[in-house]
């Protein structure tokens, strides 16, 4: 069966400090990958999204960036923090080539800037 | 883009109560989803539902896409039950790319 891993869990960064978060699926081929970000606890809001290696997706301008250096591995990155990119990051991925199948999610990383 | 829109938005429940949870969409879509976060914020598949009536034990859905509405109805309600549930719905060629909805907050008392 598939199965999604993200880590860490939880993160504390000061502010201007780099970033790297990390997703990984496991038990399927060339699945689609996104990155969401939840705020204040209500509504997800996607920020990349991934459809092959090397492919990436930008839909919110921002202080982050994604990459894909492998099938089922997706990262989320920054060079220098800021308070506003605090908040919850899931990972999810989903059946690809296209979009009519179900997303499945990560556990998350909470991520507090100082 | 499409526009999501669930009520209520919060939601007070007596355990055995049942209820049911509305989600509006604006265009026609190719993927809706429901989800509850738990309090520890994981999101739970609920059901993968771009048309048609699903049941999963005390839960079903209905989505009618052709009036582009979707219900979430809960059934003899338990406390495990309280958390948020999101709608969100991908339409055309967005592959798959989720818009959520706002959520609605239930919770369940004893």
């Known amino acids: 069966s598939q199965t999604i891993h993200q880590w860490p869990a939880t993160l504390v960064q000061p502010v201007g400090s780099p970033l790297s978060l990390e997703c990984t699926v496991e038990g399927t081929s060339n699945p689609n990958l996104y990155w969401y970000r939840q705020a204040a606890g209500r509504g997800l809001q996607l920020l990349f999204y991934?459809?092959?290696?090397?492919?990436i997706s930008s839909e919110v301008p921002q202080n982050l960036s994604a990459s894909r250096p492998q099938d089922r591995q997706f990262i989320l990155s920054s060079k220098k923090l800021l308070l506003s990119d605090s908040g919850f990051y899931l990972c999810?991925?989903?059946?690809?080539?296209?979009?009519?199948?179900?997303?499945?999610f990560g556990d998350g990383t909470r991520l507090s800037i100082l | 883009g499409i526009q999501v829109e669930q009520s209520p938005p919060d939601l007070i429940l007596q355990e055995g109560a049942n209820s049911t949870l509305r989600c509006n969409f604006s265009?026609?879509?190719?993927?809706l989803q429901w989800f509850h976060q738990n309090p520890w914020g994981q999101l739970i598949n609920l059901f993968y539902?771009?048309?048609g009536t699903k049941q999963n034990g005390r839960l079903s859905a209905t989505t009618v896409a052709t009036e582009r509405y979707s219900l979430l109805y809960i059934s003899s309600s338990q406390t495990t039950d309280s958390g948020v549930y999101f709608c969100a719905v991908s339409g055309g060629t967005s592959y798959g790319k989720l818009t959520f909805g706002q959520g609605t907050i239930l919770t369940v008392h004893p």
């Open positions: 265009d026609s879509v190719n993927n």
């Open positions: 999810a991925w989903s059946v690809g080539p296209g979009g009519n199948q179900p997303q499945h």
């Open positions: 991934s459809v092959g290696i090397g492919q």
């Open positions: 539902i771009p048309s």
